[in-house]
């Protein structure tokens, strides 16, 4: 889809429909709160539904996420989409 790990389009964020529509639906989010300042836990995203948001996006993009440190519990929005484009690019 031409995107690099390198940054990438504005640091990942070509990814974000991908992880917009991810959230809404696992999430049970509204796709229009969805936006990259949104912190994930002002979302309502618990563990629970963020381990289904993960577990989501490793079966659709073939990524893995870490099991451990800072980079499994992104902040924001714009911190999943930066992490789920290093991992599509081989960088996590």
Do not use: C, H, K, Y
């Amino acid at each position: 889809m031409g995107r690099t790990a390198e940054g990438g389009e504005a640091d990942g964020l070509a990814l974000l429909p991908l992880v917009r529509a991810v959230l809404a639906e696992e999430g049970r989010i509204s796709p229009e709160a969805v936006v990259p300042e949104a912190e994930l836990e002002v979302l309502g995203l618990d563990s629970v539904r963020m381990t289904q948001v993960i577990f989501a996006l490793e079966e659709r993009l073939d990524i893995t996420f870490p099991l451990e440190g800072e980079e499994v519990a992104p902040r924001t929005v714009a911190d999943l989409v930066r992490l789920v484009a290093r991992l599509e690019g081989g960088g996590g």
